[in-house]
């Protein structure tokens, strides 16, 4: 078994730079989200969006494979089972990192962002909702920079958690062989 200190300072570096390139996909889809224009301008960013997250989604897969390979080269004697330590505080550490991040940008940088979103599909609805149905929504509001970052964490810790579980099942290689060698003398 490796020692805690060890997973959890690998881990460190790999939940950073998932976390980063998280956050950069979020910087990059807002900017995005500021193109206006007509309709081919909406194509093209619609377009842009998808592709944008299908690259952050396959650079995330790829990354948490690479972290969790250079570990196991970097140390002789580590089991699946420490792989897969290492790959769920990775998962931990950036869904921490994006999840805060994403977090102060709601509160700080856009606080109205909830309530100009709701505020608008609540128009499209005008006069389908009663005053106390109104009134719970405008209750829910200041609520839901604390719910995003729970469920942001919670789904980036578990989707880098699967992963780690996919992954870690060979890395490092199994030797169905290592512990017969008495078998055959």
């Known amino acids: ?50 592709l944008l997250w299908l690259f952050k989604f396959i650079l995330c897969i790829r990354l948490m494979k690479f972290f969790l390979q250079k570990f196991a080269i970097k140390h002789e004697d580590v089991t699946n089972q420490d792989t897969f330590r290492l790959g769920t505080s990775i998962a931990l550490l950036s869904a921490l990192l994006y999840s805060g991040f994403y977090l102060a940008w709601v509160l700080f940088v856009q606080p109205d962002m909830f309530k100009d979103s709701i505020d608008l599909a609540l128009g499209s609805y005008e006069g389908t909702f009663s005053a106390m149905q109104m009134e719970a929504v405008e209750e829910m509001i200041p609520k839901l920079p604390a719910l995003t970052f729970f469920v942001n964490f919670f789904w980036c810790w578990l989707f880098g958690t699967f992963l780690s579980a996919i992954f870690s099942r060979n890395i490092p290689p199994r030797n169905p062989f290592a512990n017969n060698d008495s078998d055959f003398e």
């Open 1 to 50: 078994m490796i020692d805690r200190k060890i997973v959890w300072n690998d881990a460190a570096s790999g939940g950073l730079v998932l976390g980063g390139v998280s956050i950069a996909y979020m910087l990059c889809a807002m900017l995005l989200g500021k193109i206006h224009g007509g309709t081919a301008a909406s194509v093209i960013v619609n377009v842009s969006s998808v």
